[in-house]
């Protein structure tokens, strides 16, 4: 029998939509420790893949889950995990996917958030973010968070035991811009914020990773488009982690070899804050941004440096178009934060 991947969520709020995954593994969250996690392990729950289910693999303990899963209580009490994330920032909400977990998942869950330089301890003084709150089996659950603190870790509490597929962290990532001063940045990188907000298409890999840091580890690790059989080119849209001046780009097409794009061009625009939601009107107006990059060749599994801008002033959303279609890997777009 084939593995099963589960279906990606339906009625997404604006939160995760357009917030960067704090608890990702792949931007470098991990987890700190928990009570048990005797059928899973506790670090699969922050993977960035959708949740698989081989419903022929067993381990030494078990059904193999994909997920955190812990045993079964029989002393009363209740199983946790605490995360750190990838990077501080505020929390938004969050995504408590329990996909594949059908007799076995939690009836309850509870969240709680710190800010600490160091890995919680017994002194440290956690706020609840959100309530006691229901689950079900395989299924998202979308929790809304109101603070707007700056957190560093959370603790997942599930109730008595179980399991769950995947735990999201929505939010923004703190940038310290004091410290920043007149440094160079990535400011596409998810680390400081940047998202991917619109695209024209994104059937294979995963487009999330585009933004994140290092190199991508194989052909599913970054943006690929299908086969184009129609006329135009494909495109993606990027909302910036600050308002900044680009001076310059960097496209990474590693593992792309039969299938990387032709060329390259790079559109910008000064659009402000609150244009995550891009409706149909300004993704259209984005065919017309200014030319940050003129059209480029590309080639195979390449880190290509594009050391020459044009000088466009500050801007917070680029579109970046590849000729006709095909993959890329990473993508940075270095500069200075605007005034």
């Known amino acids: ?94 995504d408590v996917d329990t996909s594949w977990f059908t007799g076995n998942f939690p009836p309850a869950c509870a969240i709680e958030a710190c800010n600490s330089a160091l890995p919680p301890d017994q002194s440290t003084v956690w706020t609840q973010i959100v309530d006691i709150s229901g689950l079900t089996a395989s299924n998202h659950h979308f929790f809304a968070c109101a603070s707007d603190k700056v957190w560093t870790h959370v603790r997942l509490h599930i109730y008595p035991d179980g399991g769950v597929a995947r735990l999201k962290v929505y939010g923004e990532p703190e940038l310290d811009r004091a410290s920043i001063g007149e440094q160079n940045l990535d400011l596409a990188s998810a680390l400081n914020g940047g998202r991917v907000i619109a695209y024209s298409d994104a059937h294979y890999g995963s487009f999330q990773r585009l933004l994140s840091p290092g190199r991508g580890i194989n052909m599913g ?73 003129p059209q480029q060749k590309l080639s195979a599994d390449t880190i290509h440096d594009f050391k020459t801008v044009n000088a466009i002033g500050p801007v917070t959303h680029v579109r970046v178009n590849i000729f006709p279609d095909g993959g890329i890997s990473r993508l940075r777009l270095f500069g200075k934060l605007a005034p």
């Open 221 to 293: 690790d970054g943006w690929e488009t299908r086969r184009r059989r129609t006329p135009g080119n494909d495109w993606i849209i990027l909302a910036l982690g600050a308002r900044g001046i680009v001076d310059a780009i960097e496209v990474d097409t590693a593992h792309y070899k039969g299938n990387y794009p032709d060329a390259v061009s790079v559109q910008a625009a000064d659009l402000g804050r609150g244009f995550d939601n891009l409706n149909d009107a300004v993704v259209t107006a984005a065919m017309f941004w200014q030319e940050l990059l």
């Open 1 to 94: 029998m084939s593995i099963l991947i589960a279906p990606p969520a339906t009625d997404i709020p604006d939160f995760a939509r357009n917030g960067v995954n704090l608890a990702s593994a792949g931007l470098g969250a991990k987890a700190l420790s928990c009570t048990d996690d005797f059928f899973a392990e506790v670090n699969r729950m922050l993977s960035d893949a959708a949740p698989a289910f081989d419903p022929d693999l067993y381990d030494d303990n078990g059904k193999y889950m994909d997920g955190w899963e812990s045993i079964r209580r029989r002393n009363g009490g209740h199983d946790h995990a605490t995360i750190q994330l990838a990077v501080p920032g505020i929390i938004r909400g969050f």
